[in-house]
């Protein structure tokens, strides 16, 4: 989405600081990794930071504005309408990857979740993680493209076992 590791960061900085809202949020270590939730019936960003989200855009990537709106958009169209837990973010310091802490975060995660009654649901950007998110009882549910066509975006889903 973004040309420069500073565009990343500020979009990162922006989209995390709205979902912190939620107490949903994990960490492992000395934030080592950490998984962002959205609770049921929630969206990542606030009406308020929403608002802001084109104008964002439109400075941090200028000429590519409307085909990064449009990958937004593929997002939050599939997204299922009923009830669930929305994993918004799953990070890894990039040091520490290969230890097993995200997905042991996310197993973690997962039992709390399943206490609740309530699904959860992702977006796998990487193929290589798809079979980690269904060894944790996900299923691939559908899958769309990014606008440029270069790659394909898994969506998952995890009933309550």
Same mark, same amino acid.
């Given at each position: 989405?973004?040309? $420069?590791?500073?565009?990343?960061?500020? =979009? =990162?900085?922006?989209?995390?600081?709205?979902?912190?809202?939620?107490?949903?949020?994990?960490?492992?270590?000395?934030?080592?990794?950490?998984? @962002? =939730?959205?609770?049921?019936?929630?969206?990542?960003?606030?009406?308020? $930071?929403?608002? +802001? #989200?084109?104008?964002? #855009?439109?400075?941090? #990537?200028?000429?590519?504005?409307?085909? @990064?709106?449009?990958?937004?958009?593929?997002?939050?169209? @599939?997204?299922?309408?009923?009830?669930?837990?929305?994993?918004?973010?799953?990070?890894?310091?990039?040091? +520490? +990857?290969?230890?097993?802490?995200?997905?042991?975060?996310?197993?973690?995660?997962?039992?709390?979740? $399943?206490?609740?009654?309530?699904?959860?649901?992702?977006?796998?950007?990487?193929?290589?993680?798809?079979?980690?998110?269904?060894?944790?009882?996900?299923?691939?549910?559908?899958?769309?493209?990014?606008?440029?066509?270069?790659?394909?975006?898994?969506?998952? =889903?995890?009933?309550?076992?």
């Amino acid at each position: 989405m973004f040309p $420069d590791f500073a565009g990343l960061e500020s =979009w =990162w900085r922006f989209f995390v600081g709205s979902v912190l809202r939620f107490p949903c949020t994990e960490i492992v270590g000395d934030y080592a990794a950490a998984a @962002v =939730w959205c609770p049921p019936g929630e969206d990542e960003l606030s009406e308020e $930071d929403d608002a +802001r #989200v084109e104008g964002l #855009v439109a400075e941090l #990537v200028g000429p590519r504005t409307a085909e @990064v709106l449009e990958l937004l958009h593929r997002f939050e169209e @599939v997204r299922p309408k009923d009830p669930h837990y929305y994993l918004s973010l799953l990070g890894i310091d990039p040091a +520490r +990857r290969g230890e097993g802490l995200g997905m042991g975060l996310l197993a973690q995660s997962l039992e709390a979740k $399943d206490a609740n009654g309530v699904p959860t649901y992702l977006e796998s950007s990487n193929p290589l993680n798809n079979g980690r998110y269904e060894r944790l009882g996900y299923r691939q549910i559908g899958e769309f493209t990014t606008p440029d066509g270069k790659h394909t975006v898994t969506t998952m =889903w995890r009933a309550v076992p």
